[in-house]
């Protein structure tokens, strides 16, 4: 599983409420990434980091950002949640120097209600 | 922007057939991942391919690239229950940025 770890693993929250969902990584990988699954639209990137403090936006980046104060940490808010957030969100690391393999973490499902 | 379109959408076989997946790219492909998933899980990394005419195994799925019609394929010999789930194929758009294909849903019955 390439030490990944996503936390909180279900999350039940209101609408207009802040959330945080959390990645951590043992193994000081340099890139990390979200994702969200959604029916009918597959996997989309949401943002990504390329190392300390610096992160830039994927496809689907409105309504979220994200911070990486530590090698081992990516944090993915919402910052006012709607409706439209409800997704399993994916964490990802590329391990390996040409990227060869990039692992993913076992999903965070949010339901915004 | 990149889009990935894999055949079949779902898949049914009978344990012990061989199944192929395909993947398509709409451009070239420069890193083509494969993962699969099983419902309400996470994604287990198969394998990666970025030669063309590469092909890699692992235990009873191979996987090939074919560059030139910037597709790939994954073939499932002697299919067996634990081969059911969810195939997902990703290209790298750059920077290991991934862009997904829709899945394809696999059953086997026995």
């Known amino acids: 599983d390439a030490g990944i770890t996503q936390s909180p693993r279900h999350k039940v929250t209101e609408t207009g409420t802040p959330v945080t969902l959390r990645c951590h990584q043992t193994?000081?990988?340099?890139?990390m990434y979200w994702y969200r699954q959604d029916p009918g639209h597959g996997l989309r990137l949401i943002h990504y980091?390329?190392?300390?403090?610096?992160?830039d936006k994927g496809e689907v980046s409105d309504g979220y950002s994200v911070s990486r104060s530590k090698t081992e940490d990516f944090l993915l808010t919402l910052e006012s949640a709607t409706s439209s957030q409800t997704s399993v969100y994916f964490c990802?690391?590329?391990?390996?120097?040409?990227?060869?393999?990039?692992?993913f973490g076992e999903g965070s499902w949010l339901t915004v209600v | 922007s990149q889009e990935l379109e894999q055949s079949p959408q779902s898949l049914i076989v009978q344990e012990g057939k061989n199944l192929t997946i395909n993947c398509t790219s709409s451009?070239?492909?420069?890193?083509l991942y494969w993962y699969k998933q099983k419902y309400g899980e996470g994604l287990i990394f198969l394998m990666m391919?970025?030669?063309?005419?590469e092909e890699k195994s692992h235990e009873k799925i191979t996987a090939k690239l074919d560059e030139k019609k910037q597709q790939s394929s994954l073939h499932i010999t002697a299919s067996q229950p634990s081969h059911a789930g969810i195939y997902l194929c990703?290209?790298?758009?750059?920077?290991?940025?991934?862009?997904f294909g829709q899945g394809t849903r696999l059953t086997i019955n026995p």
């Open positions: 990802a690391i590329t391990v390996g120097l040409q990227g060869n393999t990039i692992y």
């Open positions: 193994e000081n990988h340099r890139y």
């Open positions: 980091s390329y190392g300390v403090k610096d992160t």
């Open positions: 451009k070239t492909l420069y890193g």
């Open positions: 391919l970025q030669k063309g005419g």
């Open positions: 990703g290209a790298d758009g750059g920077a290991q940025k991934l862009v």
